[in-house]
């Protein structure tokens, strides 16, 4: 679909946790079409001094769950539009523009995708996740998911359900200053040289800060990864 810009209403705002994380479930008005593809992101416009500004947000619900879209970002200290963000409540409006972007799943899909994440880099990955899981794919989907405490894991007991129900969706949560945290606690990157030796039939697709995702190409590439089974989108 060619992108376009909304009106939507905030329908639904929650605190994700200790890391100024929030969810906005944000609606179309009736009969609004709004198509686009698991991975993608739109843009919010927001009105400041007499100016509108732009900043991209991946789509944190996937195209089958209709007439909404969730996101999910972070208050960025000193930044601009998330701390204007902060205040939105219930019932606001806000005015976005999309779909834009082309960080979808490509196909047709390896035997394995590896999705690497840290803090609200998950979002574009909880829409793919549940899209093709929906689709009944057999590709193994990997769900490396690094934060900092234990109690960041955003969408966790949702991923865990996923987890559940299909076979071939793997969580691998990795807490980096734990508390009482009896998982992982390495950084992401050691996380892949852990758990996906060999690379043959297989994508890695990482999303967050570019620091991350350096480090995570360097280690794919050690492993034997080449870069065209290196996907990435860089939020900063
Ligand atoms: C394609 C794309 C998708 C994105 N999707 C999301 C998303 O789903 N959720 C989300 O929270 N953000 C996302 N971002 C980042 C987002 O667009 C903004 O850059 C971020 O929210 C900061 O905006 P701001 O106006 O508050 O800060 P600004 O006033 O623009 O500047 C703050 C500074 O912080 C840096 N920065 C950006 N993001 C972070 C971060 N997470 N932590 C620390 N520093 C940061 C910026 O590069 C900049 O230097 C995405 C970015 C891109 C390019």
């Known amino acids: 679909m060619k992108a376009g810009i909304f009106t939507t209403t905030l329908e639904n ?10 969810h906005f479930k ?12 698991a991975g993608q992101f739109v843009n919010i416009l927001v009105e400041k001094d007499a100016k509108t500004i732009k900043r991209p947000y991946s789509i944190a619900s996937p195209p089958s769950w209709k007439g909404f879209i969730d996101l999910c970002w972070k208050r960025v200290d000193g930044g601009l539009v998330t701390n204007l963000l902060w205040d ?5 409006k806000l005015t976005i523009q999309g779909p834009l972007g082309r960080f979808t799943a490509h196909k047709p899909l390896p ?4 999705f690497i ?13 549940h899209e093709l899981l929906r689709e009944g794919t057999a590709c193994e989907i990997w769900n490396i998911f690094g934060n900092r405490y234990d109690e960041d894991i955003l969408y966790q007991k ?4 996923l987890a559940g129900k299909h076979k071939n969706f793997h969580n691998i949560f990795t ?8 998982g992982e606690k390495d950084y992401v990157q050691f996380m892949l040289k852990k758990y996906i030796s060999n690379p043959a039939d297989k994508h890695i697709y990482i999303c967050g800060l570019t620091n991350m995702i350096q480090e995570v190409q360097k280690t794919a590439l050690e492993i034997g990864f080449t870069k065209e089974q ?3 989108e860089k939020y900063d």
């Open 13 to 22: 705002v929650v605190d994700m946790g200790i890391q100024d994380t929030r």
């Open 26 to 37: 944000l609606a179309f008005d009736p009969g609004t079409v709004f198509d686009f593809d």
């Open 88 to 92: 939105y409540k219930k019932g606001d």
């Open 111 to 114: 035997k394995a995708i590896i």
């Open 117 to 129: 994440s840290t803090g609200t880099g998950i979002a574009p990955f909880r829409s793919i996740f």
């Open 158 to 161: 949702e991923f865990e359900e």
């Open 175 to 182: 807490i980096s200053r734990p508390k009482t945290w009896k």
């Open 230 to 232: 290196i996907f990435f």
